[in-house]
Protein backbone atom coordinates (compact mmCIF):
# COMPACT_ATOMS: atom_id res chain seq x y z
CA UNK A 1 0.00 0.00 0.00
CA UNK A 2 1.25 3.48 -0.84
CA UNK A 3 2.84 5.34 2.39
CA UNK A 4 0.86 8.63 1.57
CA UNK A 5 -2.83 6.20 1.58
CA UNK A 6 -1.65 4.53 4.85
CA UNK A 7 -0.77 7.98 6.58
CA UNK A 8 -4.45 9.36 5.26
CA UNK A 9 -5.76 6.50 6.74
CA UNK A 10 -4.04 6.60 9.68
CA UNK A 11 -5.02 10.63 10.18
CA UNK A 12 -8.58 9.62 9.12
CA UNK A 13 -8.69 6.80 11.67
CA UNK A 14 -7.45 9.26 14.14
CA UNK A 15 -9.69 12.00 14.05
CA UNK A 16 -12.61 9.10 14.27
CA UNK A 17 -11.25 7.76 17.75
CA UNK A 18 -11.15 11.31 18.45
CA UNK A 19 -14.50 12.61 17.71
CA UNK A 20 -15.56 9.04 19.48
CA UNK A 21 -13.37 10.00 22.17
CA UNK A 22 -15.41 13.58 22.27
CA UNK A 23 -18.58 12.29 22.13
CA UNK A 24 -17.83 9.49 24.96
CA UNK A 25 -16.85 11.75 27.41
CA UNK A 26 -19.93 14.09 26.16
CA UNK A 27 -22.17 11.18 26.72
CA UNK A 28 -20.63 10.07 30.18
CA UNK A 29 -20.95 13.83 31.23
CA UNK A 30 -24.77 13.67 30.14
CA UNK A 31 -25.36 10.60 32.08
CA UNK A 32 -23.55 11.92 35.03
CA UNK A 33 -25.73 14.88 35.32
CA UNK A 34 -28.63 13.16 34.67
CA UNK A 35 -27.53 10.87 37.59
CA UNK A 36 -26.93 13.51 40.18
CA UNK A 37 -30.57 14.81 38.84
CA UNK A 38 -32.34 11.47 39.75
CA UNK A 39 -30.13 11.22 42.62
CA UNK A 40 -31.11 15.14 43.61
CA UNK A 41 -34.88 14.03 42.76
CA UNK A 42 -34.63 11.19 44.96
CA UNK A 43 -33.36 13.12 47.69
CA UNK A 44 -36.17 15.98 47.50
CA UNK A 45 -39.04 13.04 47.43
CA UNK A 46 -37.40 11.39 50.34
CA UNK A 47 -37.47 14.69 51.72
CA UNK A 48 -40.96 15.93 50.95
CA UNK A 49 -42.16 12.38 51.98
CA UNK A 50 -40.48 12.67 55.65
CA UNK A 51 -42.25 16.13 55.56
CA UNK A 52 -45.04 15.08 54.61
CA UNK A 53 -44.85 12.21 57.69
CA UNK A 54 -43.86 14.72 60.07
CA UNK A 55 -46.64 16.64 59.78
CA UNK A 56 -48.83 13.64 60.16
CA UNK A 57 -46.53 12.74 63.20
CA UNK A 58 -47.54 16.47 64.98
CA UNK A 59 -51.06 16.45 64.11
CA UNK A 60 -53.85 16.19 66.91
CA UNK A 61 -55.70 13.39 65.60
CA UNK A 62 -55.00 9.95 64.04
CA UNK A 63 -54.88 9.52 60.56
CA UNK A 64 -54.44 6.98 58.08
CA UNK A 65 -54.88 6.31 53.86
CA UNK A 66 -56.76 3.31 53.54
CA UNK A 67 -57.30 1.56 50.02
CA UNK A 68 -60.28 -0.02 48.70
CA UNK A 69 -59.97 -2.90 50.04
CA UNK A 70 -60.23 -0.84 53.61
CA UNK A 71 -56.48 -2.03 54.43
CA UNK A 72 -54.14 0.43 56.10
CA UNK A 73 -51.31 1.41 53.78
CA UNK A 74 -50.15 4.74 55.63
CA UNK A 75 -50.64 5.98 59.24
CA UNK A 76 -48.93 8.73 61.83
CA UNK A 77 -47.30 8.49 65.31
CA UNK A 78 -50.70 9.60 67.26
CA UNK A 79 -52.46 6.73 65.20
CA UNK A 80 -50.04 4.19 67.46
CA UNK A 81 -50.52 5.78 70.23
CA UNK A 82 -53.98 6.52 70.26
CA UNK A 83 -55.09 2.54 69.56
CA UNK A 84 -51.51 1.32 71.11
CA UNK A 85 -50.59 -0.37 67.90
CA UNK A 86 -47.44 -1.05 66.48
CA UNK A 87 -46.76 0.61 63.26
CA UNK A 88 -45.46 -2.48 61.64
CA UNK A 89 -48.96 -4.09 62.76
CA UNK A 90 -51.03 -0.76 61.38
CA UNK A 91 -50.04 -1.21 58.19
CA UNK A 92 -51.40 -3.55 56.72
CA UNK A 93 -54.65 -3.89 59.05
CA UNK A 94 -58.23 -3.76 57.96
CA UNK A 95 -59.57 -0.15 58.88
CA UNK A 96 -62.52 -1.53 60.70
CA UNK A 97 -60.82 -3.73 63.10
CA UNK A 98 -60.02 -0.28 65.04
CA UNK A 99 -63.63 0.17 65.56
CA UNK A 100 -65.49 -1.58 68.49
CA UNK A 101 -67.91 -4.80 67.59
CA UNK A 102 -70.74 -2.54 67.37
CA UNK A 103 -69.06 0.27 65.94
CA UNK A 104 -68.09 -1.37 63.09
CA UNK A 105 -71.13 -3.21 62.31
CA UNK A 106 -72.74 0.01 62.25
CA UNK A 107 -69.87 1.12 59.61
CA UNK A 108 -70.46 -1.27 57.72
CA UNK A 109 -74.28 -1.04 57.53
CA UNK A 110 -73.89 2.31 55.93
CA UNK A 111 -75.42 4.95 57.88
CA UNK A 112 -72.76 7.25 59.20
CA UNK A 113 -69.50 5.72 56.83
CA UNK A 114 -71.43 5.66 53.56
CA UNK A 115 -73.23 9.04 53.78
CA UNK A 116 -69.76 9.94 54.22
CA UNK A 117 -68.97 8.14 51.48
CA UNK A 118 -71.50 10.20 49.42
CA UNK A 119 -70.20 13.30 50.58
CA UNK A 120 -66.09 12.67 50.37
CA UNK A 121 -65.37 16.04 48.89
CA UNK A 122 -65.32 17.76 52.49
CA UNK A 123 -63.78 16.11 55.44
CA UNK A 124 -65.61 18.44 58.03
CA UNK A 125 -68.31 16.19 58.57
CA UNK A 126 -67.70 14.10 61.82
CA UNK A 127 -69.66 11.46 63.43
CA UNK A 128 -69.12 10.04 66.70
CA UNK A 129 -68.12 6.72 66.92
CA UNK A 130 -66.06 3.63 69.55
CA UNK A 131 -62.58 2.62 69.07
CA UNK A 132 -60.98 -0.28 70.57
CA UNK A 133 -57.27 0.12 71.34
CA UNK A 134 -55.20 -3.36 70.65
CA UNK A 135 -55.53 -4.40 74.71
CA UNK A 136 -59.44 -4.54 74.11
CA UNK A 137 -60.45 -1.40 76.11
CA UNK A 138 -62.67 1.17 74.22
CA UNK A 139 -63.08 5.26 74.25
CA UNK A 140 -65.25 7.24 72.32
CA UNK A 141 -63.95 9.01 69.12
CA UNK A 142 -64.58 11.80 66.45
CA UNK A 143 -64.46 10.31 63.04
CA UNK A 144 -64.00 12.42 59.47
CA UNK A 145 -63.33 10.86 56.08
CA UNK A 146 -62.42 11.49 52.38
CA UNK A 147 -61.66 9.95 49.35
CA UNK A 148 -59.16 10.78 47.22
CA UNK A 149 -57.78 9.49 43.40
CA UNK A 150 -54.48 9.09 43.22
CA UNK A 151 -53.20 8.03 39.23
CA UNK A 152 -56.67 6.08 38.75
CA UNK A 153 -56.84 4.51 42.18
CA UNK A 154 -59.11 5.37 44.82
CA UNK A 155 -58.21 5.85 48.64
CA UNK A 156 -59.52 6.84 51.82
CA UNK A 157 -58.31 9.17 54.58
CA UNK A 158 -59.95 9.02 57.61
CA UNK A 159 -58.80 11.53 60.66
CA UNK A 160 -59.81 9.99 64.03
CA UNK A 161 -59.60 11.85 67.37
CA UNK A 162 -59.86 10.37 70.67
CA UNK A 163 -62.39 12.55 72.49
CA UNK A 164 -62.16 10.63 75.95
CA UNK A 165 -60.90 14.04 78.03
CA UNK A 166 -63.44 15.65 76.35
CA UNK A 167 -66.21 13.25 77.32
CA UNK A 168 -65.37 13.74 80.57
CA UNK A 169 -64.93 16.82 81.01
CA UNK A 170 -68.13 17.45 79.81
CA UNK A 171 -69.86 14.86 82.13
CA UNK A 172 -68.09 16.49 85.03
CA UNK A 173 -69.43 20.11 84.40
CA UNK A 174 -72.45 18.38 83.62
CA UNK A 175 -72.56 16.91 86.94
CA UNK A 176 -71.19 20.41 88.34
CA UNK A 177 -74.58 21.84 86.78
CA UNK A 178 -76.58 19.52 87.91
CA UNK A 179 -75.31 19.80 91.63
CA UNK A 180 -75.49 23.45 91.48
CA UNK A 181 -79.06 23.11 90.32
CA UNK A 182 -79.91 20.96 93.13
CA UNK A 183 -78.07 23.53 95.48
CA UNK A 184 -79.57 26.50 94.09
CA UNK A 185 -82.95 24.77 94.61
CA UNK A 186 -82.46 23.45 97.86
CA UNK A 187 -81.36 26.82 98.43
CA UNK A 188 -84.13 28.84 97.50
CA UNK A 189 -87.06 25.81 99.16
CA UNK A 190 -84.57 26.39 102.72
CA UNK A 191 -84.80 30.52 102.06
CA UNK A 192 -88.97 29.57 101.92
CA UNK A 193 -89.22 27.12 104.51
CA UNK A 194 -87.29 29.14 107.07
CA UNK A 195 -89.56 31.82 106.16
CA UNK A 196 -92.89 29.84 106.60
CA UNK A 197 -91.19 28.53 109.46
CA UNK A 198 -90.66 31.22 111.26
CA UNK A 199 -94.13 32.57 110.32
CA UNK A 200 -95.67 29.36 111.38
CA UNK A 201 -93.94 30.16 114.69
CA UNK A 202 -95.72 33.49 116.08
CA UNK A 203 -99.19 32.21 115.97
CA UNK A 204 -97.97 28.66 117.29
CA UNK A 205 -96.31 30.32 120.25
CA UNK A 206 -100.05 32.54 120.68
CA UNK A 207 -101.44 29.10 121.11
CA UNK A 208 -99.18 27.41 123.55
CA UNK A 209 -98.83 30.87 125.43
CA UNK A 210 -103.19 30.96 125.98
CA UNK A 211 -102.80 27.10 126.53
CA UNK A 212 -100.62 26.92 129.22
CA UNK A 213 -102.63 30.40 130.63
CA UNK A 214 -106.10 28.11 130.19
CA UNK A 215 -104.63 25.22 132.40
CA UNK A 216 -102.99 27.30 135.28
CA UNK A 217 -106.47 28.74 135.24
CA UNK A 218 -108.31 25.96 135.41
CA UNK A 219 -106.53 24.69 138.11
CA UNK A 220 -107.72 27.93 140.04
CA UNK A 221 -111.02 27.50 138.96
CA UNK A 222 -111.12 23.82 140.46
CA UNK A 223 -109.92 24.97 143.15
CA UNK A 224 -112.40 27.44 143.36
CA UNK A 225 -115.18 24.78 142.59
CA UNK A 226 -113.85 22.34 145.89
CA UNK A 227 -114.35 25.85 147.73
CA UNK A 228 -117.83 26.50 146.78
CA UNK A 229 -119.21 22.12 147.29
CA UNK A 230 -117.45 22.42 150.90
CA UNK A 231 -119.76 25.99 151.16
CA UNK A 232 -122.95 23.89 149.89
CA UNK A 233 -122.35 20.92 151.62
CA UNK A 234 -122.29 23.34 155.11
CA UNK A 235 -125.49 25.14 154.09
CA UNK A 236 -127.33 21.39 153.42
CA UNK A 237 -126.32 20.10 156.68
CA UNK A 238 -127.53 23.70 158.49
CA UNK A 239 -130.70 23.83 156.25
CA UNK A 240 -130.12 26.94 155.72
CA UNK A 241 -130.11 28.67 151.64
CA UNK A 242 -131.63 25.76 150.48
CA UNK A 243 -133.43 27.31 147.91
CA UNK A 244 -130.02 29.11 146.14
CA UNK A 245 -128.14 25.78 147.35
CA UNK A 246 -130.67 23.81 145.30
CA UNK A 247 -130.18 26.22 142.19
CA UNK A 248 -126.27 25.56 142.61
CA UNK A 249 -126.39 21.79 142.71
CA UNK A 250 -128.65 22.12 139.58
CA UNK A 251 -126.13 23.99 137.37
CA UNK A 252 -123.30 21.98 138.50
CA UNK A 253 -125.46 18.34 137.80
CA UNK A 254 -126.22 20.33 134.29
CA UNK A 255 -122.86 21.06 133.37
CA UNK A 256 -121.97 17.87 134.51
CA UNK A 257 -118.85 19.31 136.06
CA UNK A 258 -116.97 16.15 137.50
CA UNK A 259 -116.77 15.10 133.30
CA UNK A 260 -115.28 18.66 133.14
CA UNK A 261 -113.06 18.77 136.11
CA UNK A 262 -111.16 15.22 134.70
CA UNK A 263 -111.62 16.07 130.32
CA UNK A 264 -110.71 19.63 130.43
CA UNK A 265 -106.98 19.14 131.78
CA UNK A 266 -106.72 15.85 129.22
CA UNK A 267 -107.45 18.22 126.60
CA UNK A 268 -105.15 21.07 127.57
CA UNK A 269 -102.46 18.75 127.71
CA UNK A 270 -103.52 17.23 124.71
CA UNK A 271 -103.28 20.95 122.65
CA UNK A 272 -99.98 21.41 124.55
CA UNK A 273 -98.46 18.51 123.42
CA UNK A 274 -99.79 19.03 119.79
CA UNK A 275 -98.52 22.65 120.02
CA UNK A 276 -95.35 20.99 121.02
CA UNK A 277 -94.87 18.56 118.20
CA UNK A 278 -95.75 21.97 116.01
CA UNK A 279 -92.93 23.96 117.70
CA UNK A 280 -90.60 20.74 117.31
CA UNK A 281 -91.31 20.52 113.28
CA UNK A 282 -91.00 24.14 112.81
CA UNK A 283 -87.93 24.39 114.80
CA UNK A 284 -86.92 20.79 112.79
CA UNK A 285 -87.70 22.61 109.48
CA UNK A 286 -85.40 25.88 110.00
CA UNK A 287 -82.89 23.64 111.41
CA UNK A 288 -83.18 21.84 108.37
CA UNK A 289 -83.33 24.68 105.95
CA UNK A 290 -80.52 26.96 107.33
CA UNK A 291 -78.87 28.22 104.51
CA UNK A 292 -75.93 26.00 103.59
CA UNK A 293 -71.95 27.08 104.05
CA UNK A 294 -68.88 26.61 102.43
CA UNK A 295 -66.98 25.87 105.24
CA UNK A 296 -66.90 22.89 107.49
CA UNK A 297 -68.53 22.98 110.99
CA UNK A 298 -68.36 20.70 114.09
CA UNK A 299 -72.42 19.04 113.91
CA UNK A 300 -73.97 16.71 116.44
CA UNK A 301 -74.63 13.84 113.90
CA UNK A 302 -77.75 12.41 116.08
CA UNK A 303 -79.68 16.08 116.45
CA UNK A 304 -79.03 16.51 112.57
CA UNK A 305 -80.98 12.83 111.88
CA UNK A 306 -83.03 13.55 114.31
CA UNK A 307 -84.44 16.68 112.71
CA UNK A 308 -84.25 15.45 109.59
CA UNK A 309 -86.83 12.20 110.49
CA UNK A 310 -89.44 14.93 111.70
CA UNK A 311 -88.89 16.99 108.39
CA UNK A 312 -89.54 13.64 106.30
CA UNK A 313 -91.85 12.28 108.98
CA UNK A 314 -94.97 12.58 106.66
CA UNK A 315 -92.70 10.26 104.03
CA UNK A 316 -92.43 7.03 106.36
CA UNK A 317 -95.36 7.40 108.63
CA UNK A 318 -97.86 5.53 107.04
CA UNK A 319 -95.15 3.30 105.68
CA UNK A 320 -92.92 2.45 108.34
CA UNK A 321 -91.50 2.64 112.36
CA UNK A 322 -88.22 4.44 112.58
CA UNK A 323 -86.12 3.15 115.30
CA UNK A 324 -82.76 4.83 116.64
CA UNK A 325 -79.50 3.61 118.10
CA UNK A 326 -77.60 6.58 118.69
CA UNK A 327 -74.05 6.69 120.37
CA UNK A 328 -74.47 9.10 123.03
CA UNK A 329 -70.73 9.80 123.21
CA UNK A 330 -70.25 10.39 119.86
CA UNK A 331 -68.15 13.40 119.35
CA UNK A 332 -69.41 16.63 117.04
CA UNK A 333 -68.46 15.85 113.30
CA UNK A 334 -66.97 18.24 110.79
CA UNK A 335 -69.68 18.51 108.08
CA UNK A 336 -71.64 20.83 105.59
CA UNK A 337 -74.64 20.75 107.65
CA UNK A 338 -77.13 21.51 105.13
CA UNK A 339 -76.05 18.59 102.62
CA UNK A 340 -75.61 16.27 105.58
CA UNK A 341 -79.33 17.17 106.07
CA UNK A 342 -80.07 16.77 102.81
CA UNK A 343 -78.07 13.03 102.56
CA UNK A 344 -79.82 11.29 104.90
CA UNK A 345 -83.57 12.48 103.97
CA UNK A 346 -82.22 11.13 100.59
CA UNK A 347 -81.56 7.67 102.51
CA UNK A 348 -84.62 7.49 104.41
CA UNK A 349 -87.34 8.39 101.79
CA UNK A 350 -85.71 5.74 99.73
CA UNK A 351 -85.68 4.04 102.46
CA UNK A 352 -89.64 4.35 102.91
CA UNK A 353 -90.34 3.82 99.17
CA UNK A 354 -88.25 0.29 98.93
CA UNK A 355 -90.68 -0.45 102.21
CA UNK A 356 -93.79 0.72 99.94
CA UNK A 357 -92.52 -1.58 97.22
CA UNK A 358 -92.29 -4.41 99.01
CA UNK A 359 -96.03 -4.09 99.32
CA UNK A 360 -96.85 -5.55 102.70
CA UNK A 361 -99.90 -4.70 104.80
CA UNK A 362 -97.73 -4.68 108.11
CA UNK A 363 -95.50 -1.46 108.60
CA UNK A 364 -91.87 -2.26 107.59
CA UNK A 365 -89.16 -0.58 109.42
CA UNK A 366 -86.28 1.74 109.54
CA UNK A 367 -83.59 1.97 111.63
CA UNK A 368 -80.95 3.73 112.37
CA UNK A 369 -77.64 4.11 114.33
CA UNK A 370 -74.79 5.82 114.89
CA UNK A 371 -71.03 4.68 116.38
CA UNK A 372 -67.94 5.45 116.45
CA UNK A 373 -65.46 3.21 114.29
CA UNK A 374 -61.79 4.35 115.08
CA UNK A 375 -61.38 7.79 113.91
CA UNK A 376 -64.59 7.53 112.09
CA UNK A 377 -68.34 8.27 112.63
CA UNK A 378 -70.00 5.36 111.15
CA UNK A 379 -74.47 6.16 110.06
CA UNK A 380 -76.36 2.89 109.35
CA UNK A 381 -79.60 3.33 107.75
CA UNK A 382 -81.55 -0.11 107.41
CA UNK A 383 -85.12 -0.70 106.16
CA UNK A 384 -86.96 -4.10 105.48
CA UNK A 385 -88.07 -2.67 102.17
CA UNK A 386 -87.43 -4.67 98.71
CA UNK A 387 -83.97 -5.28 98.75
CA UNK A 388 -81.63 -4.62 95.22
CA UNK A 389 -80.40 -7.16 93.07
CA UNK A 390 -77.21 -7.79 92.36
CA UNK A 391 -76.95 -6.11 88.87
CA UNK A 392 -78.71 -2.55 90.01
CA UNK A 393 -76.59 -2.54 93.14
CA UNK A 394 -73.30 -2.08 90.85
CA UNK A 395 -75.29 0.78 89.48
CA UNK A 396 -77.14 2.20 92.54
CA UNK A 397 -74.99 5.52 92.60
CA UNK A 398 -74.80 6.59 89.03
CA UNK A 399 -76.42 9.74 87.89
CA UNK A 400 -79.66 8.95 86.67
CA UNK A 401 -79.69 5.56 87.71
CA UNK A 402 -83.45 4.23 89.10
CA UNK A 403 -85.21 1.36 89.89
CA UNK A 404 -88.46 3.20 91.24
CA UNK A 405 -91.41 3.44 89.20
CA UNK A 406 -92.89 6.51 86.87
CA UNK A 407 -92.82 9.84 88.56
CA UNK A 408 -91.01 8.09 92.33
CA UNK A 409 -87.83 9.63 91.92
CA UNK A 410 -85.22 11.03 89.09
CA UNK A 411 -82.07 8.53 89.94
CA UNK A 412 -80.21 11.75 90.88
CA UNK A 413 -80.65 11.44 94.94
CA UNK A 414 -78.18 8.60 95.85
CA UNK A 415 -75.79 10.07 93.16
CA UNK A 416 -75.77 13.58 94.66
CA UNK A 417 -75.33 11.80 98.23
CA UNK A 418 -72.16 9.57 97.29
CA UNK A 419 -70.39 13.03 95.46
CA UNK A 420 -71.36 14.85 98.71
CA UNK A 421 -70.22 12.47 100.97
CA UNK A 422 -66.69 10.94 99.61
CA UNK A 423 -65.71 14.02 97.60
CA UNK A 424 -66.80 17.23 100.05
CA UNK A 425 -66.83 15.09 103.61
CA UNK A 426 -64.18 13.10 102.61
CA UNK A 427 -66.29 9.79 103.61
CA UNK A 428 -67.07 6.31 102.40
CA UNK A 429 -70.53 4.95 101.53
CA UNK A 430 -71.40 1.56 101.11
CA UNK A 431 -74.40 -0.46 100.77
CA UNK A 432 -75.12 -4.05 101.35
CA UNK A 433 -78.52 -5.84 100.29
CA UNK A 434 -80.80 -8.83 100.04
CA UNK A 435 -83.35 -8.86 97.48
CA UNK A 436 -86.82 -8.97 99.26
CA UNK A 437 -84.80 -8.44 102.56
CA UNK A 438 -83.55 -5.40 102.77
CA UNK A 439 -81.03 -3.04 102.44
CA UNK A 440 -78.56 -1.17 104.76
CA UNK A 441 -76.68 2.23 103.88
CA UNK A 442 -73.66 3.06 105.65
CA UNK A 443 -71.90 5.87 105.52
CA UNK A 444 -68.55 6.90 107.42
CA UNK A 445 -66.99 10.33 108.28
CA UNK A 446 -63.05 11.49 109.32
CA UNK A 447 -63.79 12.41 112.82
CA UNK A 448 -62.08 15.95 113.29
CA UNK A 449 -58.31 16.65 114.41
CA UNK A 450 -57.47 19.50 116.83
CA UNK A 451 -58.78 22.28 114.50
CA UNK A 452 -60.41 25.37 115.08
CA UNK A 453 -63.98 24.73 113.63
CA UNK A 454 -66.82 26.11 115.03
CA UNK A 455 -69.76 24.14 116.33
CA UNK A 456 -72.67 24.29 114.00
CA UNK A 457 -75.90 26.16 115.27
Known amino acids: MDADVLKKRLAREKIARRQAESLLETK ?45 IRANRIAELTFETAMDDLLGMNLFELFSADARE ?33 FPMELAATELDLDGSSFTVWICKDVSSRKQAEEERAKLE ?11 LGTLASGIAHEINTPVQYVSDNCHFLRDAFADLVAVLAAQNDLLEAAEAAGVLSEAVAKVRKSQDEADLDFLKEEVPSSIEQTLDGVSRVSKIVTAVKEFSHPGTAEKSLVDLNKAIETTLTVARNEWKYLAEVETDFDDALPPVPCL ?10 MVINAAHAIESKKEEALGKITIKTAQRERMAEISIS ?18 FTTKGVGKGTGQGLSIAYASITQKHGGTISVDSTPDVGTTFTIRLPLPDETNLKEAV
Open 28 to 72: SRDLFLASEQVTKSAQQIKAQSQQVQAVLDHAMAAIFLVDENEQI
Open 383 to 400: DSGCGISPEHKKQIFDPF
Open 178 to 188: RELAQSQKLES
Open 337 to 346: PGEFNQVILN
Open 106 to 138: AARKCDAVSELNQEMNTSDKTIELTGQRKGGAT
